[in-house]
Nanobody, 120 residues
């Protein structure tokens, strides 16, 4: 079982920066992938950035060059550094983790979300 807790959201002006954090906790698990998703008002949830256990990363075209996803050495914390924020980045951001539990079962886990609002 894995719990994910996001933090770092808030209200910033266009061009500003935020750093989101997601901490995984639990027992008998091994995370294989972590990602950030977001759901903007009136839109479907979309993948923003992904980092695998091997360190490979992928970004949505809309955030390339502005956002950076990273994990700590233990692989249980993921960050999303967001720079040059735009109003269209306004959304609830969700942490996602894929984890193997009890050495066999693979599950998807979601955090509760943290709100990011970009407005002047």
């Amino acid at each position: 079982q894995v719990q994910l807790v996001e933090s770092g959201g808030g209200l910033v002006r266009p061009g500003g920066s935020l750093r989101l954090s997601c901490v995984a906790s639990g027992s008998n698990y091994s995370i294989t992938l972590m990602a950030w998703y977001r759901r903007a008002p009136g839109k479907q949830r979309e993948s923003v950035a992904v980092v695998t256990i091997g360190g490979n990363t992928n970004y949505a075209d809309s955030v390339k060059g502005r956002f950076t996803i990273s994990r700590d050495n233990a692989g249980n914390t993921v960050y999303l550094q967001m720079n040059s924020l735009k109003p269209e980045d306004t959304a609830v951001y969700y942490c996602y983790a894929r984890a193997v539990v009890d050495g066999f079962y693979e599950y998807n886990y979601w955090g509760q979300g943290t709100e990011v609002t970009i407005s002047s």
